[in-house]
């Protein structure tokens, strides 16, 4: 296990509700991002964080926000959901110094559901 | 921009059969290029990688070579058994930026009947 636990696993969340995923790794790794996962679309990335405090977006980023005020956690948060935002979320940690050819860990998601 | 096109799926095999996931990528440059795969109910993992041209990345008897010439990363197994049921996912990471960020294909459900 590469020591990433994503919370909470399932949620089911009302249409213009705020709602925060949290991702908390063991690894003081320098680099975390947030994809999602859609059927016909593989991951996109939303946003990613390159140290305490430093964050850029993805692909993905409207209608999502992110915050990493210490090594360990980076938070994911859907300042009003809607449903184009059902969906699967994982977090991602990679080694060292990030890099183009370096492994990705991935958390075991979280199941959105805005109903 | 950057893109990875995967083999539409499912593909359903039976066991032993031989194994093909045809992956196709357009960048600038020379990515890095990655087969994950993503069992049931759990997140990604690497299955292989390769950072240059004509690289072989192999592991628990997959097999992908990078081929610049037709910008593919194949997947390939030469006898697949039922615990290879999974979605395997074809990404690609840089050239132009060095954070680790993935770009991914559309995912291929791999069923493996006995």
């Known amino acids: 296990d590469a020591g990433i636990t994503q919370s909470p696993r399932h949620k089911v969340t009302e249409t213009g509700t705020p709602v925060t995923l949290r991702c908390h790794q063991t690894?003081?790794?320098?680099?975390m991002y947030w994809y999602r996962q859609d059927p016909g679309h593989g991951l996109r990335l939303i946003h990613y964080?390159?140290?305490?405090?430093?964050?850029d977006k993805g692909e993905v980023s409207d209608g999502y926000s992110v915050s990493r005020s210490k090594t360990e956690d980076f938070l994911l948060t859907l300042e009003s959901a809607t449903s184009s935002q059902t969906s699967v979320y994982f977090c991602?940690?990679?080694?060292?110094?990030?890099?183009?050819?370096?492994?990705?860990?991935f958390g075991q998601g979280t199941r959105l559901t805005v109903v | 921009g950057n893109s990875v096109t995967q083999m539409e799926g499912p593909v359903t095999l039976s066991e032993e059969a031989f194994l093909t996931i045809n992956c196709t990528y357009t960048?600038?440059?020379?990515?890095?290029l990655f087969w994950y795969v993503q069992y049931p109910g759990e997140g990604l993992q690497l299955l292989l990688k390769?950072?240059?041209?004509?690289d072989k990345g192999s592991n628990k008897g997959f097999e992908a070579t990078y081929r610049k010439e037709t910008t593919s990363f194949h997947l390939e197994k030469g006898s697949v058994q039922v615990s290879d049921s999974a979605v395997y996912f074809c990404?690609?990471?840089?050239?132009?930026?060095?954070?680790?960020?993935?770009?991914f294909g559309q995912g291929t459900t791999l069923q493996v009947k006995p």
């Open positions: 690894e003081n790794h320098r680099y």
């Open positions: 964080s390159y140290g305490v405090k430093d964050t």
């Open positions: 390769a950072t240059k041209a004509d």
């Open positions: 991602a940690i990679t080694a060292g110094r990030g890099g183009a050819n370096t492994e990705a860990f």
């Open positions: 960048a600038t440059g020379y990515p890095s």
């Open positions: 990404a690609l990471s840089g050239p132009s930026s060095n954070t680790g960020k993935l770009i």
